[in-house]
């Protein structure tokens, strides 16, 4: 089973300040079909998860563009160019290269 | 809109039965996969296992000898059921459509509370 391990675990942002998440996994999430099954998510407090970024890097429908993903093989980053209020909650990782399907531990973002 | 809702018992006892069906509306159920995620109060998120449309299932292993998920095409249903359940499997069970060519978890459930308490 694959390990993704993000850092750091809390993060308390200024509005309008950048914020940095990494991602890193325990073996390469590189498919055999050249595709990168690495995927982030934001749990908003009392609500489901959503999608954010699919395959690395690209935006799902509707996600500002300050919300960026970068990364390759074992080393994943989610950024936040302008950090807004609706963007607290708690940002997750997870891996769909290989089965079962892992999250990482979840980063917590607040606004200070 | 796509819509999933999860239904079924908030409470279980302790070695009895979870049982949890997920109703999509707004799409068929075919042919994507669609999945079982939970999430302990206060804790991650943890991925249990999906199903195919065409009854094919893939489970986590840590779950896998406990776990059975169905899938009802005819009624746009996929269930889940976790046999033997302790204290430890009390939590917030989402169902999410899983790999659909493109996007993994793209609709979630609203969560249901499981607690497993005698």
């Known amino acids: 089973e694959i390990v993704m391990t993000q850092t750091p675990l809390s993060l308390s942002v200024t509005p309008g300040q950048p914020a940095s998440i990494s991602c890193k996994s325990s073996?390469?999430?590189?498919?055999?079909?050249?595709?990168?099954?690495l995927y982030w998510y934001l749990q908003r407090p009392g609500q489901s998860p959503q999608l954010l970024i699919y395959e690395v890097s690209s935006r799902f429908s509707g996600v500002p563009d300050r919300i960026s993903g970068s990364g390759s093989g074992t080393d994943f980053t989610l950024k936040i160019s302008r950090v807004e209020a609706e963007d607290v909650g708690v940002y997750y990782c997870m891996e769909a290269t290989h089965l079962p399907r892992t999250f990482g531990q979840g980063t917590k973002v607040e606004i200070k | 809109q796509v819509q999933l809702r999860e239904s079924g018992p908030g409470l279980v006892k302790p070695s009895e039965t979870l049982s949890l069906i997920c109703t999509v509306s707004g799409v068929s159920i075919s042919p994507s996969y669609w999945s079982w995620i939970r999430q302990p109060p206060g804790k991650g998120l943890e991925w249990i296992g999906y199903?195919?449309?065409?009854?094919?299932?893939n489970y986590n292993p840590s779950l896998k000898s406990r776990v059975t998920i169905s899938v009802d095409t005819s009624k746009n249903q996929f269930s889940l059921s976790l046999t033997s359940v302790t204290a430890a499997d009390t939590a917030i069970y989402y169902c999410a459509r899983d790999y659909s060519g493109t996007y993994v978890f793209d609709y979630w459930g609203q969560g249901a509370l499981v607690t497993v308490s005698s």
């Open positions: 199903i195919y449309y065409t009854g094919t299932t």
């Open positions: 073996r390469s999430l590189l498919h055999s079909d050249g595709k990168t099954y």
